[in-house]
């Protein structure tokens, strides 16, 4: 797909992308004034979290756009800085589902927003031992396992049906917010009807956020992996819509509720 884009300076990139919140719709702005969504600055800027991001301001392929301000991403919250609680109260975070296993909760416990909900929702948790050891390592075997394991489907559906009954804002997280955290976030954006190509592209910004290559699989993540996940998805459930409906349980309501509340 070719993505026509204005450049701008990232500072404004960034305001533009904010006016792309709830309050947004299609009339009140002209999309061909964002910069390249891949290549603006999309961070939260938080001190102690790390790859904090929003997952929103992506051009679907239809011409709509994911609206920001309503989800956002990160890495483990165990030394969220109280200014880093204080970004993410002024973003208005009121729901944080975790997708740690019960091991990494206990060594490091999320600091969370004041008043916001945390829900743990394990991924991988009943995975076999061999695919747990690689939870920080990434890896095909792990994000087959996002597929297959027992309890993966309904910690990913969970996220999304937040995700539409939440008034405010969704964070979701793992360890290192590149894993699990980059599975769901594909899942996402592919369901709003983002191509394929950009989907990998944020997957990507994983290694850009984490100052990380491809190459280190602790720090780092690869996009065969995630293409993985997706052959994963197909084998299984014969499609990725498939996979939405017959895995993750999501009628053709639940798919439409999550569409009209994050496209504009």
């Known amino acids: 797909m070719v993505r026509r884009s204005i450049r701008v300076p990232v500072a404004l990139a960034a305001g533009l992308a904010v006016a792309f919140g709830p309050a947004m719709s299609v009339a009140s702005a002209e999309p061909t004034a964002v910069a390249d969504p891949i290549t603006f600055d ?106 297959t394991a027992p309890g993966a489907n309904q910690a990913f559906a969970s996220v999304l049906r937040d995700i539409i009954d939440t008034d405010g804002a969704v964070l979701f997280h793992c360890t290192a917010g590149k894993d699990r955290t980059g599975w769901t976030s594909a899942v996402l954006l592919t369901i709003l009807g983002v191509d394929r190509d950009t989907v990998t592209q944020d997957y990507l910004l994983s290694n850009q956020y984490r100052n990380a290559s491809p190459n280190d699989p602790f720090n780092g993540v690869s996009a065969a992996w995630l293409d993985a996940a997706f052959d994963q998805a197909n084998q299984t459930y014969g499609s990725f819509d498939n996979y939405v409906r017959d895995g993750l349980q999501l009628s053709a309501s639940d798919v439409a509720a999550l569409q009209a509340k994050m496209l504009a």
């Open 42 to 147: 999309r961070s939260l800027n938080l001190q102690g979290v790390q790859n904090g991001r929003d997952a929103g301001g992506y051009r679907t392929a239809d011409g709509r756009w994911v609206r920001t301000g309503l989800v956002y991403r990160t890495g483990q919250l165990n030394n969220a800085t109280p200014a880093d609680l204080a970004v993410l109260t002024d973003h208005q975070v009121s729901v944080v589902d975790d997708l740690r296993t019960v091991y990494e909760r206990t060594i490091a416990k999320d600091r969370v927003p004041a008043g916001a909900v945390e829900n743990w929702n394990d991924v991988i948790g009943q995975a076999p031992p061999q695919t747990l050891v690689t939870t920080l390592t990434g890896g095909d075997d792990l994000y087959r396992a996002f597929i």
